[in-house]
C-alpha cells in the first residue's frame, strides 16, 4: 500500500460518508487526512511501524487507527462494509457536474434514484424538476450532463496515460527477447484524450512476453490472453491522481513491426485512405505487409517511412495522421516541418503569488532559465477576479517594481510584464487603458459569465480583440477536458476578429485545456493568425507543461515560424514594443 493507495481509500470514506448524510466535520476529517497522507515524508511502513504516525498533525485516532490497519493487512472492514451499505451507482452519479452528495442523496431518498439510467429517466419524465431544490433549469443541466458522459466515454487526458503508457513500456521493452516497441494509437498521435494505450513490440517470440506482460505489477485484470496478443487493465498513480486503463499488447515479427506500428498508429480514417493507394497501385496494404494484390510479392520496408516511400509519400508525422489533407499536402511536397518542444523560448502566460500562484516571480523565472527558456512572461489575474486573488491597482505597481528589481540581477533570463486581464461582460477590459499601457504584453480571457447566449459571448470575445492594449486570447472556450465543455462560442468569427486586429491566440498548454482545440489551430494558421503556446503555470513545476501545447501546435501543423514563442527574447521584445506603438 503506497500513500497515494492509502490516501484514495480515505477519500473514498469521506465521498461514501458524504453520501450517507454524515456531518461535514467527520468526512472533512477523511479528505484532509487524505491530504496529509499523500504529504507524508518518509516511508509509511516504517511510519506505522514505529508508531511515529500517532503524531502527525491532521491524523486523530480514529484515522491513525484506520491507516494502520491498510497498511498492515492491505485491506479494510470498514471500507468494504461502508461500499455494501450504498449502491454503486450513486458514486458514478457524482461525477454529474452540478451534483453534489446532498443532491444525490435527495434523489435517491424521494425518487429511489440508485444510478445514472434512473436519473436519466427521471428527467425525462420531468420528475426531477419536481423535486424541491432542483427545478426545470438543474434538471436539463442534468441531462446535458448525462449526454456528455455519454460522448466522453472513459477516455482518459494525455498526461495522465503517458505516463502509464511509458512506465508498461519501459517495462515490456526490457523483456528478454523484444526487438524494438513503441507506444502506438491515439497517444503516439498525441490526441489530447486517449480510450486505450495500444503496445506493440516485435520478437521472435511472443508466448514469454504474454506471460510477463499480464504479471506487471500495474495490472489489476487481465482482460485476455492470447498468443500474440494480450489485453489487461492497469492502474497508476499519476501527480496522486489514481489512472486506470486498457492496455492492448500486440507482439510481430521483426519484418512486420513497421506494417503493424503504421496500422496501430491510425488514425483508421488515414489508415483506410493509405490502404485506397495502396490499391490504387496494384497493392495490398495491412498490419503486416505491403503485398502484391495475390500476395505472392511482397515490398519490404524496415521503418515507417519505407512504407510512405513504396506509396509515393513522404513520412507522414503520426500527429499529422488525421486524414484531414495530410496524404494530399505530401504528393505536393507541403507536408509542414512540425514546430517541437525546443524550439520554445519563452512563455508569456503564467501566474505567481501575485495571483493564485504557488511561486515567486524569482522563483518562476529561474524555473523557466533551468528548463532553457530565455523569457518568464507574468500574466497574472486582474482586479475583478476575487477568487483568484486577482490584482489591484496598487498591487500591479508593486509587482511592476518587484519585476524591475528580479530583472536586475537575474542573468540568462528576463521577466516580461504581462498580466491575464479579464474580459467583463460586456466585453471591457478589467483595467484603465492607461494601466494597461503599462504592460509589455496583454492576454485577454473569459472568466465569468460562461453561460451567456453565443451570439453574446461571439460578441464579447470579439469586442476585447478590437482593444487596442490586448495582445493576445487566453483559453478561447474555457473546456475543462472530460468535465466541462467550453462555453458557446463562435470560433470563426473570434478567428476572424483576430485575423482581421492582427491579434495572437494561445494554445493553453494546461492538459485539462488544450484550449484553442488544434483543429481551430489549423484554420487559424491557415489565416495568417500567430499562435502562442502557453503553459498557464501556477507553479514552477507546470511550466513545462507548454510541451503538451507543442503536441497541439503539432496536431494543427504549425511550423515554428507560425508559433510567436519560438523567436528569441530580443525578437520577441521588438516585436511587443512595435505592437504597443500602433
Ligand atoms: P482511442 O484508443 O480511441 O484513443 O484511439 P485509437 O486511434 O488508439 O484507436 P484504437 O485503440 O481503437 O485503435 C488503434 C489503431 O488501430 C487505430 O488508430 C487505427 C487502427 N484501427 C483500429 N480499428 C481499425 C479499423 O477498423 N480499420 C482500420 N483501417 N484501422 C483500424
Ligand atoms: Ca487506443
Ligand atoms: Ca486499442
Ligand atoms: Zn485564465
Known amino acids: 500500500m503506497t500513500k497515494d493507495d492509502v490516501a484514495d481509500v480515505l477519500d ?50 480514529t484515522l491513525v487507527e484506520k491507516i494502520t490497519t491498510l497498511v498492515t493487512t492491505g485491506a479494510l472492514p470498514y471500507l468494504d462494509e461502508l461500499r455494501a451499505s450504498i449502491p454503486a451507482g450513486l458514486v458514478e452519479m457524482l461525477r454529474l457536474p452540478g451534483i453534489g452528495p446532498k443532491k444525490v442523496k435527495a ?163 488515414h489508415n483506410i485512405r493509405m490502404r485506397q493507394r495502396a490499391i490504387d497501385r496494384g497493392l495490398t496494404l495491412n498490419e503486416y505487409a505491403l503485398s502484391s494484390e495475390d500476395k505472392s510479392r511482397t515490398v519490404p520496408c524496415e521503418t515507417e517511412e519505407d512504407i510512405f516511400r513504396a506509396l509515393g509519400l513522404p513520412y507522414i508525422e503520426p500527429e499529422l495522421r488525421e486524414d484531414t489533407g495530410e496524404i494530399e499536402a505530401g504528393e505536393t511536397k507541403k507536408l509542414p516541418a512540425l514546430v517541437a518542444d525546443n524550439d520554445i523560448r519563452g512563455v508569456f502566460h503564467n501566474h505567481t503569488t501575485y495571483s493564485d500562484g504557488t511561486a515567486s516571480l524569482e522563483e518562476m523565472a529561474l524555473k523557466c532559465k533551468e528548463l532553457g527558456l530565455e523569457y518568464f512572461g507574468v500574466g497574472d489575474h486582474s482586479q475583478s477576479l476575487t477568487i483568484a486573488r486577482g490584482m489591484p491597482v496598487n498591487i500591479v505597481r508593486k509587482q511592476w517594481a518587484e519585476i524591475d528589481r528580479v530583472n536586475e540581477k537575474l542573468k540568462g533570463v528576463r521577466i516580461l510584464k504581462g498580466i491575464e486581464v479579464d474580459i467583463l461582460e460586456d466585453g471591457s477590459l478589467d483595467y484603465t487603458d492607461e494601466l494597461l499601457a503599462g504592460f509589455e504584453y496583454v492576454v485577454a480571457s473569459v472568466h465569468t459569465h460562461f453561460a451567456m447566449p453565443e451570439p453574446e459571448m461571439t460578441a464579447r470575445v470579439c469586442k476585447a480583440l478590437a482593444h487596442p492594449a490586448v495582445t493576445m486570447l487566453g483559453h478561447a472556450t474555457g473546456r475543462l477536458l472530460l468535465r466541462r465543455e467550453g462555453y458557446k462560442i463562435d470560433l470563426d468569427a473570434v478567428l476572424k476578429a483576430a485575423a482581421q486586429h492582427g491579434k495572437m491566440i494561445e494554445i493553453n498548454a494546461q492538459p485539462s485545456r488544450l484550449d484553442l482545440d488544434w483543429k481551430y489551430v489549423k484554420r487559424a494558421k491557415e489565416m495568417e493568425i500567430p499562435i502562442v503556446i502557453n503553459p498557464d503555470a501556477h507553479s514552477p513545476g507546470e511550466l513545462e507543461l507548454y510541451k503538451f501545447g507543442v503536441h497541439v501546435a503539432r496536431r494543427g501543423w504549425l511550423t515554428p515560424a507560425d508559433v510567436f514563442n519560438t523567436r528569441g527574447l530580443k525578437d520577441v521584445q521588438k516585436e511587443l514594443a512595435r505592437r504597443k506603438a500602433l
Do not use: W
Open 107 to 269: 434523489l435517491h431518498e424521494s425518487l429511489q434514484i440508485d444510478g445514472i439510467e434512473k436519473l436519466k429517466l427521471a428527467c425525462e419524465a420531468g420528475e426531477v424538476a419536481k423535486l424541491k431544490g432542483f427545478g426545470a433549469k438543474t434538471q436539463s443541466k442534468i441531462l446535458e450532463g448525462i449526454r456528455y458522459l455519454d460522448q466522453i466515454g472513459k477516455r482518459v487526458r494525455i498526461d495522465l496515460a503517458l505516463p502509464l503508457g511509458e512506465a508498461l513500456l519501459k517495462q515490456v521493452n526490457s523483456f528478454p527477447g523484444v526487438i524494438r516497441g513503441e507506444l502506438c494509437g491515439s497517444l503516439r498521435r498525441r490526441r489530447e484524450t486517449v480510450a486505450d494505450l495500444d503496445i506493440l513490440v516485435s520478437s521472435a517470440d511472443a508466448a514469454p512476453i504474454m506471460d510477463a506482460f499480464v504479471k506487471l505489477p500495474e495490472v489489476i485484470q487481465v482482460l485476455a490472453q492470447g498468443p500474440t496478443k494480450s489485453s489487461i487493465v492497469a492502474a497508476m498513480h499519476v501527480r496522486g491522481e489514481k489512472v486506470t486503463m486498457q492496455a492492448d499488447l500486440r507482439v510481430v515479427t521483426d519484418e512486420q513491426y513497421p506494417f503493424a506500428q503504421h496500422y496501430f498508429t491510425g488514425s483508421k480514417e
Open 12 to 61: 473514498e470514506i469521506a465521498t461514501l460518508l458524504e453520501l450517507k448524510g454524515e456531518n461535514a466535520f467527520r468526512t472533512n476529517a477523511y479528505r484532509n487526512g487524505a491530504r496529509v497522507v499523500q504529504g507524508l515524508s518518509g516511508d509509511l511502513k516504517d511510519l506505522v511501524a514505529s508508531g511515529q504516525i500517532r503524531n502527525t498533525r491532521g491524523l486523530g485516532d
